[in-house]
Protein backbone atom coordinates (compact mmCIF):
# COMPACT_ATOMS: atom_id res chain seq x y z
CA UNK A 1 0.00 0.00 0.00
CA UNK A 2 1.60 3.50 -0.90
CA UNK A 3 2.08 6.04 1.53
CA UNK A 4 1.36 10.10 1.05
CA UNK A 5 -2.37 10.23 0.61
CA UNK A 6 -2.88 11.56 4.29
CA UNK A 7 -6.29 11.68 6.33
CA UNK A 8 -8.24 11.48 3.32
CA UNK A 9 -6.70 7.89 2.54
CA UNK A 10 -6.30 6.81 6.34
CA UNK A 11 -10.01 7.61 6.74
CA UNK A 12 -11.43 4.80 4.06
CA UNK A 13 -8.97 1.83 4.92
CA UNK A 14 -8.17 3.04 8.27
CA UNK A 15 -4.98 0.98 10.05
CA UNK A 16 -6.51 1.28 13.20
CA UNK A 17 -10.13 0.08 13.37
CA UNK A 18 -12.31 1.23 16.02
CA UNK A 19 -11.58 -1.02 19.12
CA UNK A 20 -15.05 -1.47 20.88
CA UNK A 21 -13.06 -1.78 24.21
CA UNK A 22 -12.53 1.89 23.90
CA UNK A 23 -16.21 2.58 22.23
CA UNK A 24 -18.66 4.53 24.62
CA UNK A 25 -20.81 3.70 22.86
CA UNK A 26 -20.20 -0.28 21.91
CA UNK A 27 -23.32 -1.57 23.11
CA UNK A 28 -25.65 0.66 22.22
CA UNK A 29 -23.99 0.62 18.47
CA UNK A 30 -24.43 -3.29 19.09
CA UNK A 31 -28.41 -3.27 19.53
CA UNK A 32 -29.23 -0.68 16.31
CA UNK A 33 -26.75 -1.62 13.73
CA UNK A 34 -26.24 -4.99 11.87
CA UNK A 35 -23.44 -6.07 10.01
CA UNK A 36 -24.09 -7.80 6.71
CA UNK A 37 -22.63 -8.08 2.71
CA UNK A 38 -24.66 -6.20 0.67
CA UNK A 39 -24.76 -6.37 -3.49
CA UNK A 40 -22.93 -3.25 -4.42
CA UNK A 41 -25.49 -2.68 -7.12
CA UNK A 42 -28.23 -2.15 -4.20
CA UNK A 43 -25.48 0.50 -2.61
CA UNK A 44 -26.36 4.24 -4.02
CA UNK A 45 -25.09 7.35 -2.89
CA UNK A 46 -26.60 10.13 -1.22
CA UNK A 47 -27.59 12.97 -3.19
CA UNK A 48 -27.27 15.55 -0.42
CA UNK A 49 -24.06 14.38 -0.03
CA UNK A 50 -22.26 18.03 0.34
CA UNK A 51 -19.10 16.19 -1.04
CA UNK A 52 -18.91 16.01 -5.29
CA UNK A 53 -15.56 15.78 -6.18
CA UNK A 54 -13.19 12.71 -5.49
CA UNK A 55 -9.79 12.86 -5.97
CA UNK A 56 -9.37 10.41 -8.97
CA UNK A 57 -5.55 9.39 -8.32
CA UNK A 58 -6.80 8.42 -4.63
CA UNK A 59 -9.63 6.32 -5.34
CA UNK A 60 -7.57 4.20 -8.08
CA UNK A 61 -4.91 3.53 -5.52
CA UNK A 62 -7.72 2.83 -3.06
CA UNK A 63 -9.12 0.24 -5.39
CA UNK A 64 -5.77 -1.47 -6.05
CA UNK A 65 -5.35 -1.95 -1.90
CA UNK A 66 -8.97 -3.01 -1.77
CA UNK A 67 -8.56 -6.13 -4.83
CA UNK A 68 -5.59 -7.06 -2.16
CA UNK A 69 -7.35 -6.63 1.26
CA UNK A 70 -11.12 -5.93 0.36
CA UNK A 71 -13.36 -3.39 2.64
CA UNK A 72 -11.78 -3.41 5.63
CA UNK A 73 -13.76 -0.42 7.10
CA UNK A 74 -17.65 -1.50 6.68
CA UNK A 75 -20.16 1.42 4.97
CA UNK A 76 -22.39 2.74 6.71
CA UNK A 77 -25.68 2.60 5.29
CA UNK A 78 -29.61 3.07 5.53
CA UNK A 79 -32.59 1.33 4.03
CA UNK A 80 -34.00 3.10 1.19
CA UNK A 81 -37.09 1.77 -0.64
CA UNK A 82 -35.38 -1.72 -1.98
CA UNK A 83 -31.89 -0.01 -2.09
CA UNK A 84 -29.45 1.16 0.95
CA UNK A 85 -28.43 4.77 0.95
CA UNK A 86 -24.80 5.49 2.00
CA UNK A 87 -24.49 7.59 5.19
CA UNK A 88 -20.73 6.73 6.03
CA UNK A 89 -18.07 5.82 2.90
CA UNK A 90 -18.92 6.65 -0.51
CA UNK A 91 -15.09 7.14 -1.30
CA UNK A 92 -15.10 3.14 -0.45
CA UNK A 93 -18.41 2.10 -2.26
CA UNK A 94 -16.47 3.79 -5.25
CA UNK A 95 -13.21 2.37 -4.77
CA UNK A 96 -14.68 -1.29 -4.90
CA UNK A 97 -16.64 -0.72 -7.88
CA UNK A 98 -13.36 0.38 -9.59
CA UNK A 99 -11.86 -2.91 -8.08
CA UNK A 100 -14.69 -4.76 -9.09
CA UNK A 101 -16.63 -6.13 -6.01
CA UNK A 102 -19.98 -7.48 -6.44
CA UNK A 103 -20.60 -7.30 -2.81
CA UNK A 104 -19.84 -5.10 0.16
CA UNK A 105 -19.62 -5.18 4.07
CA UNK A 106 -21.93 -2.61 5.50
CA UNK A 107 -23.41 -1.47 8.47
CA UNK A 108 -26.84 -1.44 8.30
CA UNK A 109 -28.60 1.47 10.62
CA UNK A 110 -31.72 3.43 10.58
CA UNK A 111 -31.31 7.34 10.18
CA UNK A 112 -33.27 7.83 13.81
CA UNK A 113 -30.97 4.43 15.11
CA UNK A 114 -27.65 7.44 13.28
CA UNK A 115 -29.03 10.06 14.70
CA UNK A 116 -29.06 8.78 17.92
CA UNK A 117 -25.79 7.07 18.12
CA UNK A 118 -24.12 10.32 17.13
CA UNK A 119 -26.55 12.34 20.06
CA UNK A 120 -24.46 9.84 22.35
CA UNK A 121 -21.85 10.36 20.99
CA UNK A 122 -21.42 14.43 21.68
CA UNK A 123 -22.93 13.71 24.87
CA UNK A 124 -20.87 11.63 26.39
CA UNK A 125 -17.56 13.66 25.02
CA UNK A 126 -19.30 16.73 26.46
CA UNK A 127 -19.72 15.46 30.00
CA UNK A 128 -15.57 14.52 30.04
CA UNK A 129 -16.43 11.63 31.64
CA UNK A 130 -14.12 9.75 29.22
CA UNK A 131 -10.55 8.68 29.32
CA UNK A 132 -8.19 9.50 26.52
CA UNK A 133 -8.25 6.26 24.74
CA UNK A 134 -12.38 6.33 24.86
CA UNK A 135 -12.34 10.42 23.59
CA UNK A 136 -9.76 9.66 20.97
CA UNK A 137 -12.21 6.27 19.51
CA UNK A 138 -15.25 8.50 19.75
CA UNK A 139 -13.74 11.02 17.77
CA UNK A 140 -12.76 8.99 15.64
CA UNK A 141 -15.92 7.04 15.16
CA UNK A 142 -17.45 10.78 14.44
CA UNK A 143 -15.38 11.50 11.67
CA UNK A 144 -15.04 8.12 10.16
CA UNK A 145 -18.69 6.83 10.36
CA UNK A 146 -20.83 10.73 10.70
CA UNK A 147 -18.97 12.17 8.25
CA UNK A 148 -17.22 14.91 10.69
CA UNK A 149 -14.73 16.84 9.82
CA UNK A 150 -12.44 17.62 12.87
CA UNK A 151 -13.40 21.56 12.39
CA UNK A 152 -17.46 19.99 13.24
CA UNK A 153 -16.28 17.51 15.80
CA UNK A 154 -14.72 20.66 17.89
CA UNK A 155 -17.59 23.10 17.23
CA UNK A 156 -19.86 20.56 18.70
CA UNK A 157 -17.68 20.26 21.94
CA UNK A 158 -17.46 23.66 22.76
CA UNK A 159 -15.08 25.06 20.43
CA UNK A 160 -11.89 22.46 20.32
CA UNK A 161 -9.32 23.18 18.14
CA UNK A 162 -8.38 21.25 15.00
CA UNK A 163 -5.45 20.25 16.14
CA UNK A 164 -6.20 19.45 19.71
CA UNK A 165 -8.75 16.75 18.31
CA UNK A 166 -6.25 16.09 15.65
CA UNK A 167 -3.53 15.46 18.61
CA UNK A 168 -6.38 13.39 20.90
CA UNK A 169 -6.77 10.88 17.67
CA UNK A 170 -3.18 10.33 17.39
CA UNK A 171 -3.51 8.06 21.04
CA UNK A 172 -4.74 5.32 18.31
CA UNK A 173 -1.09 5.16 16.69
CA UNK A 174 -0.01 3.99 19.75
CA UNK A 175 0.88 0.25 19.71
CA UNK A 176 -2.14 -1.66 21.83
CA UNK A 177 0.31 -2.55 24.96
CA UNK A 178 0.77 1.25 25.47
CA UNK A 179 -2.99 1.79 24.99
CA UNK A 180 -3.49 -0.82 27.83
CA UNK A 181 -1.50 0.54 29.76
CA UNK A 182 -2.59 4.26 29.25
CA UNK A 183 -6.70 2.93 29.81
CA UNK A 184 -5.56 1.31 33.04
CA UNK A 185 -4.39 4.04 34.25
CA UNK A 186 -0.76 2.72 34.71
CA UNK A 187 0.85 5.17 32.32
CA UNK A 188 -1.10 9.09 31.95
CA UNK A 189 -1.55 10.50 28.34
CA UNK A 190 1.44 12.81 29.04
CA UNK A 191 4.00 9.96 29.47
CA UNK A 192 1.83 8.06 26.64
CA UNK A 193 1.97 10.70 23.89
CA UNK A 194 6.27 11.01 23.14
CA UNK A 195 5.57 7.28 22.52
CA UNK A 196 3.68 7.89 19.40
CA UNK A 197 5.14 6.86 16.20
CA UNK A 198 7.96 4.60 17.91
CA UNK A 199 8.41 1.11 16.96
CA UNK A 200 6.49 -1.23 18.98
CA UNK A 201 9.36 -2.32 20.55
CA UNK A 202 11.30 0.45 21.40
CA UNK A 203 7.95 1.80 22.94
CA UNK A 204 7.08 -0.98 24.86
CA UNK A 205 10.94 -1.25 26.53
CA UNK A 206 10.62 2.89 27.42
CA UNK A 207 6.84 2.09 28.65
CA UNK A 208 7.98 -0.34 30.89
CA UNK A 209 10.95 1.95 32.50
CA UNK A 210 8.55 4.64 32.80
CA UNK A 211 5.96 2.67 34.84
CA UNK A 212 8.81 1.37 36.84
CA UNK A 213 11.13 4.02 37.80
CA UNK A 214 7.62 6.46 37.72
CA UNK A 215 9.24 8.87 35.01
CA UNK A 216 7.64 12.45 34.39
CA UNK A 217 6.35 13.37 31.28
CA UNK A 218 9.23 15.48 30.49
CA UNK A 219 11.54 12.53 31.45
CA UNK A 220 9.89 10.42 28.85
CA UNK A 221 10.26 13.12 25.96
CA UNK A 222 13.76 13.30 27.09
CA UNK A 223 14.38 8.89 26.73
CA UNK A 224 12.46 9.37 23.72
CA UNK A 225 14.50 12.13 22.13
CA UNK A 226 17.72 9.94 23.23
CA UNK A 227 16.29 6.47 21.32
CA UNK A 228 15.74 8.78 18.31
CA UNK A 229 19.52 10.44 18.36
CA UNK A 230 20.70 6.71 19.05
CA UNK A 231 17.93 4.53 16.69
CA UNK A 232 20.66 2.97 14.23
CA UNK A 233 21.16 0.45 16.61
CA UNK A 234 18.17 -1.33 18.57
CA UNK A 235 17.62 0.04 21.87
CA UNK A 236 19.06 -3.42 23.37
CA UNK A 237 21.94 -3.40 21.86
CA UNK A 238 23.15 -0.04 22.78
CA UNK A 239 24.67 1.15 25.74
CA UNK A 240 22.12 3.43 27.41
CA UNK A 241 22.14 6.78 27.60
CA UNK A 242 23.69 8.75 30.78
CA UNK A 243 20.54 9.46 32.40
CA UNK A 244 19.27 6.10 31.67
CA UNK A 245 21.78 4.08 33.76
CA UNK A 246 18.92 2.63 36.25
CA UNK A 247 17.77 -0.53 34.19
CA UNK A 248 20.72 -2.68 34.58
CA UNK A 249 21.27 -1.86 38.02
CA UNK A 250 17.49 -2.76 38.58
CA UNK A 251 17.77 -5.90 36.95
CA UNK A 252 20.78 -6.91 39.16
CA UNK A 253 19.62 -5.64 42.73
CA UNK A 254 16.52 -7.81 41.84
CA UNK A 255 18.61 -11.19 40.94
CA UNK A 256 20.45 -10.82 44.01
CA UNK A 257 17.43 -10.02 46.21
CA UNK A 258 15.39 -12.36 45.09
CA UNK A 259 12.36 -9.56 44.96
CA UNK A 260 11.20 -5.98 43.22
CA UNK A 261 13.29 -3.66 43.06
CA UNK A 262 12.45 -0.03 42.25
CA UNK A 263 15.06 3.20 41.41
CA UNK A 264 13.64 6.36 41.28
CA UNK A 265 15.51 9.60 40.61
CA UNK A 266 14.92 13.47 40.12
CA UNK A 267 15.86 16.10 37.74
CA UNK A 268 19.00 16.88 39.48
CA UNK A 269 19.84 13.21 39.87
CA UNK A 270 18.88 12.48 43.26
CA UNK A 271 16.56 9.64 44.10
CA UNK A 272 16.07 6.68 46.10
CA UNK A 273 15.87 2.71 45.95
CA UNK A 274 12.77 0.80 47.13
CA UNK A 275 13.08 -3.01 47.56
CA UNK A 276 9.89 -5.00 48.27
CA UNK A 277 9.69 -7.74 50.90
CA UNK A 278 6.02 -9.47 51.61
CA UNK A 279 7.16 -10.35 55.23
CA UNK A 280 8.72 -10.61 58.51
CA UNK A 281 10.91 -13.15 57.54
CA UNK A 282 11.82 -11.86 53.58
CA UNK A 283 12.44 -8.25 55.33
CA UNK A 284 15.27 -10.45 57.79
CA UNK A 285 16.87 -12.08 54.79
CA UNK A 286 17.39 -8.81 52.78
CA UNK A 287 18.64 -6.93 56.17
CA UNK A 288 21.35 -9.89 56.38
CA UNK A 289 22.38 -9.93 52.46
CA UNK A 290 23.06 -5.88 52.87
CA UNK A 291 24.72 -6.38 56.09
CA UNK A 292 27.51 -8.47 54.40
Known amino acids: MKKGLGRGFESLIPTNLIDETFDPTAQQDEKVSRLRDIAIDRVVPD ?21 EHGVVQPIVVT ?25 VPCI ?22 LNALETA ?36 KLPKSVQKALFEGRLNEGQARPLIGLPEEAAEDIM ?16 VTLWKQAKDSPIENKRRPADMPHADVVASLS ?31 IRELLER
Do not use: C
Not at 84 to 93: F, M, N, Q, S, T
Not at 215 to 222: D, H, I, P, T
Open 137 to 172: TAYQKLRDQFNMTLEEIGKRLGGKSISAVSNTLRLL
Open 255 to 285: KRFGTGVKIRTNGRGAGQISIKFKDGLEFER
Open 208 to 223: ERAIREEWSARRVEQV
Open 108 to 129: VRSMNDQNRLEISLIENLQRHD
Open 47 to 67: PDQPRRFFDEAALNELAESVR
Open 79 to 103: PKGDKYLIVAGERRWRAANKAGLTE
